[in-house]
């Protein structure tokens, strides 16, 4: 299975910030089956990014996502108040589908 | 507007069994491939099991196989998954989401506490 590891595990940035998270694969994820998910807590994950780079319907163009092969990252380019909570990525190139074990990012 | 409603968590012993319900709307629920993801208190996510649109592919992650089941029932815009001899791991919130590949819509889930 293809195991994921997200960087760096927690996340301190102010609003307005720029920030920078990261998702390696142990294989290379072709076709860039690649999601991202936010989690706030108390809710249900919500997706983000699909295909490494295109957002889902509803998300805000502050959110990119880019990368390629094994090494995927996600950008918010304007930290909002609302944006702090945890980003998971999400492989879907083999089965089963996994998740990275999560970026929390918080509040500096 | 796309909802979908668990329900059937709940406490059970350590080899007990529970069945849970997922009811959807706002959508053509027999169109689409439909999938169970579990999250343990204070970790990721985890994904448990998929249906196909048709019921034709079914897929398992390797500990709940021979262990839960999926079905659904399009008559119904109802998704399920019965699980037996539940071990204290097990013990989750419990997501329907839909999707082939990435899950693009959630419920809100249902906590499943296995504990003698």
């Known amino acids: 299975e293809i195991v994921l590891t997200q960087s760096p595990g927690t996340l301190s940035l102010s609003p307005g910030e720029r920030a920078t998270l990261s998702c390696r694969a142990t294989?290379?994820?072709?076709?860039?089956?690649l999601a991202w998910y936010q989690q706030k807590p108390g809710q249900a994950p919500r997706l983000l990014i699909y295909?490494?780079?295109s957002r889902a319907t509803g998300i805000p163009d502050r959110f990119s996502g880019g990368g390629s092969g094994t090494d995927f990252t996600l950008t918010i380019s304007r930290l909002e108040p609302e944006d702090f909570a945890v980003y998971y990525c999400?492989?879907?190139?083999?089965?089963?589908?996994?998740f990275g074990q999560g970026t929390k990012l918080e509040i500096k | 507007e796309v909802q979908m409603v668990e329900s059937g968590g709940g406490l059970v012993k350590p080899g007990g069994s529970l069945r849970l319900s997922c009811l959807a709307s706002?959508?053509?629920?027999?169109?689409?491939?439909m999938n169970w993801v579990r999250q343990a208190p204070g970790k990721g996510l985890e994904w448990v099991s998929s249906?196909?649109?048709?019921?034709?592919?079914?897929y398992y992650e390797d500990s709940g196989e021979g262990r839960f089941t999926i079905s659904r029932d399009d008559a119904k815009n109802s998704l399920f998954l019965q699980m037996d001899s539940l071990r204290a791991e097990d013990t989750a919130v419990y997501y329907c989401?839909?999707?082939?590949?990435?899950?693009?819509?959630w419920g809100q889930g249902t906590l499943v506490t296995v504990s003698s």
């Open positions: 989401a839909r999707g082939t590949y990435v899950f693009d819509y």
């Open positions: 706002g959508f053509t629920f027999s169109n689409y491939n």
């Open positions: 249906i196909s649109a048709s019921s034709s592919h079914i």
């Open positions: 294989q290379i994820v072709t076709s860039n089956y």
């Open positions: 295909g490494a780079s």
């Open positions: 999400q492989q879907y190139h083999a089965s089963p589908r996994t």
